[in-house]
């Protein structure tokens, strides 16, 4: 219905993306040229960039749709209001599971060619092709069946979860990265001070070298350190997930009162989760070199966990505004760091592997990768099953009272009252 009234949350929303359309698409187009200066030039990964440069084209596209809903809810349009499902289907997935290892295939054989100008060609089309679609099953597959909310409303939290709660997150990682560097500059130059002046030497040493062999020995007693191990995992396993879980759904905290119930708070918190696996995962496929089946495939295993994660989060925090249930909302938090932290130290563990043989600690790859590739594996599998009995526990829930059920309760107490 037409208002005179402004509505200031589609306003505000309608200016977080258009600043996020404008950005992407500038990125995208900046790289792009920037691709096709070094496909001619031959002095870097030309592929990479042409990857990024779909990457951020795709998510201002996606950004672009999501204005346009918003746009609808601002003009007062009635269509914005209107509820809507997932379109979501069972033969979806077997399609999608054909186009990925189709997909995967296809890059495997370009990048084992090593001719630049056919992986600059196919694989950005590729990393979308394998990217993209297993983030849309696994969010149909929570979602199935559970009503999302207005149209407007539900564009709303996919465009802020790609726009402005990754924004925030990577600001909040920043600040405690350097709070991090910053308190161990000061405790080793006051408490070593013969550590510190080496490590400055090292500074100087590094400002010049390219080669990534001889840097990683320059790290390798640094790398082997107990405490630096120590220090990695409680910033990538501890810190990072508890301020991604919070940020993550920021859409959902920002519409938690209108959203209607925590099974539509579970599905806008998948939602939030796979914004954000969009984002990240299109952004970290941007390898153009044999590596990139493996990265693409691994992104698969990332996209789940932010999906799952965010989703319980979302449900914990409609519980803690609808029905007040703040246990609830503290429980699926943590739980979502939980997961979050395990997947990340097994991740650190994996990276800390590949590099034992150059920093003198070959026993780490026999030793450590292989738990920490079973870790991800079991949790990648757990979650995946989870999901659909999640998505079933939630719609049953939600489910209304059966008029049947509620007259016969009425006649129930109308005997009662009679008796009495």
């Known amino acids: 219905m037409q208002t005179n009234k402004v509505h200031w949350a589609s306003l505000l929303t309608l200016i977080a993306l258009g600043l996020g359309v404008s950005v992407t698409l500038l990125i995208a187009l900046g790289m792009s040229a920037n691709s096709i200066i070094i496909l001619f030039t031959e002095e870097g990964d030309a592929a990479g960039q042409m990857i990024s440069a779909f990457a951020f084209g795709f998510v201002g596209a996606a950004l672009l749709l999501c204005s346009w809903f918003v746009l609808q809810k601002f003009l007062g349009r009635e269509q914005a209001e209107t509820v809507i499902k997932f379109p979501f289907a069972g033969w979806q997935i077997a399609a999608v599971i054909a186009l990925v290892i189709m997909s995967v295939a296809i890059g495997a054989v370009v990048v084992s060619t090593q001719v630049t100008w056919l992986a600059w060609l196919f694989l950005p089309i590729l990393t979308i092709a394998v990217i993209v679609p297993p983030i849309w099953i696994l969010f149909g597959i929570g979602s199935k069946d559970i009503e999302l909310g207005q149209r407007w409303r539900v564009f709303s939290v996919f465009g802020l979860s790609m726009t402005l709660g990754p924004l925030l997150m990577i600001v909040m990682e920043i600040v405690l990265l350097l709070a991090f560097i910053i308190i161990a500059a000061v405790y080793i130059s006051v408490q070593e001070p013969a ?124 519980s803690a505004f609808r029905e007040r249930r703040i246990l609830r909302l503290f429980a ?14 097994c991740a650190v563990g994996a990276g800390f592997s590949m590099i034992g043989e150059v920093i003198g600690k070959p026993e780490w790859l026999v030793n450590i990768l292989p738990a920490t590739a079973g870790g991800m594996f079991v949790l990648a599998v757990g979650m995946f099953l989870l999901l659909p009995i999640a998505n079933k526990t939630m719609r049953i829930s939600s489910m209304p009272v059966l008029p049947s059920a509620a007259s016969g309760a009425a006649s129930s107490e109308g005997d009662a009252e009679g008796v009495r």
């Open 332 to 345: 699926a938090y943590f739980s979502a760091v939980l997961i979050h932290g395990v997947w990340n130290a």
């Open 195 to 318: 550590l510190f002046q080496e490590i400055a030497r090292l500074r100087v040493a590094l400002e010049n070298e390219t080669n990534e062999e001889v840097i990683l020995k320059l790290l390798a007693p640094y790398f082997s350190s107990p405490s630096v191990i120590a220090v990695a995992l409680a910033y990538i396993a501890v810190f990072v997930p508890l301020i991604e879980e919070l940020f993550k759904p920021l859409a959902v905290w920002i519409f938690a009162r209108k959203i209607e119930s925590p099974a539509q708070g579970f599905a806008m918190g998948l939602l939030s989760g796979a914004s954000f696996a969009l984002v990240e995962s299109l952004n970290a496929s941007g390898a153009g070199t044999e590596s990139w089946p493996v990265i693409v495939t691994i992104r698969a295993g990332t996209s789940m966990l932010h999906i799952m994660a965010t989703g319980l989060v979302g449900w914990g925090i409609v």
